[in-house]
């Protein structure tokens, strides 16, 4: 889910702002997992980034002269203001060279671009957060927003899964941050356990089944691996989660971010303006082209 997504409110629109990268400097680097890391990064102007304005489920294209740049999903939640997070999972050339960068090393970012998580369908219900590998990157933007915010939305279930154990990301949210919360209720599972491992085994889709939500009163937000995200989507239509109470996202290579080189689009949606947040019931009504 990382070198992907991008938008704006309208193909047609696009803020100058938003299409001139700002400079940024790395302020810390997390090694998540051994090809996942964590940048935070502050903007070389202050007022940048306090006026920097957006929501869960946004990304930003972050660039480095003579590598490229890529559509990186924001991790960090606008609740926690003066600088901004990204997880990238090291997987070509751009995300390669940016794995090299150490704190006070510079990047370029531009943005926000797409739609974002929508906020309406979430307060006052009960939430359950589906998660795979990296998916959990724009998760744990909404999932931190929500934890903030806590009196606008009800109980937090969150099902993460990933290869191996050293395959999970954020772990010290998993075991410590979030495992300490009286209202938020955590499922860890892996695909193959190793010997220190006393968790669950077992790929997220059937541990979803296993577990079964009731869907009365929860919305579902997930995002991961696009076979994942397949298999999760026919899980919760089982367990009976009607389609518009049902979240994911899109993963769509993006040039561009603003429509116009092409790159995304499906049927008559750019997933880089129109997403890359849909409802269930928003892709049952697109062409099978994602």
Same mark, same amino acid.
């Given at each position: 889910m990382s070198e992907m997504m991008a938008g704006g409110a309208s193909a047609a629109v696009a803020e100058p702002s938003v299409l001139v990268p700002q400079v940024a400097t790395i302020r810390r680097v997390t090694e998540e997992t051994?090809?996942?890391k964590t940048f935070q990064v502050v903007f070389e102007d202050p007022g940048v980034t306090e006026d920097f304005a957006y929501l869960p489920g946004?990304?930003?294209?972050?660039?480095?002269?003579?590598?490229g740049e890529a559509m990186i999903s924001i991790t960090s939640s606008p609740t926690r203001r003066g600088f901004l997070e990204?997880?990238?999972?090291?997987?070509?050339?751009?995300?390669?060279?940016?794995?090299e960068l150490e704190p006070g090393d510079q990047?370029?970012?531009r943005g926000p671009y797409?739609? @974002?998580?929508?906020?309406? %369908?979430?307060?006052?219900?009960?939430? &359950?957060? $589906?998660?795979g590998g990296i998916g959990l990157a724009p998760l744990r933007s909404l999932i931190n927003y929500v934890i903030d915010e806590k009196d606008r939305f009800g109980p937090v279930s969150i099902i993460y899964g990933a290869r191996s154990p050293e395959d999970l990301v954020f772990k010290e949210e998993?075991? @410590?941050?979030?495992?300490? %919360?009286?209202?938020?209720?955590?499922? &860890?599972? $892996?695909?193959?356990?190793?010997?220190?491992?006393?968790?669950?085994?077992?790929?997220?889709p059937a541990y979803l089944e296993?577990?079964?939500?009731?869907?009365e009163g929860t919305t579902v937000i997930t995002c991961g691996p696009p076979v994942m995200i397949k298999f999760v989507l026919q899980a919760l239509s089982k367990l009976g989660f009607p389609p518009e109470r049902v979240i994911t996202t899109l993963e769509m290579k993006m040039k561009c971010?603003?429509?116009?080189?092409?790159?995304c689009n499906i049927g008559g949606k750019y997933v880089c303006v129109d997403g890359p947040v849909f409802t269930a019931a928003e892709l049952a009504q697109l062409p099978a082209e994602y």
């Open positions: 051994p090809d996942v946004q990304c930003c294209m972050l660039s480095l002269p003579g590598s990204f997880a990238v999972k090291k997987v070509g050339i751009f995300t390669s060279a940016l794995h990047i370029g970012v797409g739609n @974002h998580f929508p906020l309406p %369908l979430m307060e006052g219900r009960k939430l &359950l957060f $589906v998660g998993l075991f @410590h941050t979030w495992a300490a %919360l009286p209202h938020v209720s955590l499922h &860890l599972t $892996v695909d193959k356990g190793d010997a220190s491992w006393e968790g669950h085994v077992g790929f997220v296993e577990l079964a939500p009731a869907p971010g603003v429509g116009k080189c092409g790159r």
